[in-house]
């Protein structure tokens, strides 16, 4: 892989990762469960971590890095996201948001399978697995919600 494709890559991973925090932080703002609201704010030092990982790897220099080109993962596929905002119901933010964690994982886990160096492919996969985890968590909370038992 060229450096300015991995570079463009890398990049792309990070305005998610800022577009991630931006939004979780709106919501945590606005919305009044204080569960909720810990949650989101969660979410986004979580995204912070992530952002400095991605910034690392490129302060370190893209040219260090190995790709198998081989194959065409389609990786850029699953990155453009609809615009996010926080003027929604409390259920419509936990489905953004689950959609947002589920595109972050699939990206990471391509970027994993994509890399030939085995740390970065530990690294990927580590942030995949974290990504994994917060959709586990909002997908709880989001049933939860919206299929609450009734006695």
Known sequence: ????????IISLA?????E????????????KD???????NELAGEETKHRNFLQGLLAKGVTTMHFDTKNDYKVGDSLPTPTLTADLKPLDGLVI??????????MYTQLAKLSTDTEQ???FS????MERG???????IYTNMAFPESW
Do not use: C, G, N, P
């Open 97 to 106: 948001a689950i959609k947002k964690e589920l595109e972050a994982m699939q």
């Open 134 to 140: 917060h959709k586990a968590r909002l997908e709880d």
């Open 14 to 18: 990070i305005d998610r990762e800022v």
């Open 34 to 40: 204080k569960a909720l609201k810990s949650l989101f």
């Open 20 to 31: 991630s925090y931006t939004f979780y932080r709106t919501v945590s703002d606005k919305v």
């Open 121 to 123: 492919q530990l690294l």
């Open 1 to 8: 892989m060229k450096t300015d494709e991995a570079k463009k």
């Open 126 to 129: 580590q942030l995949a697995t």
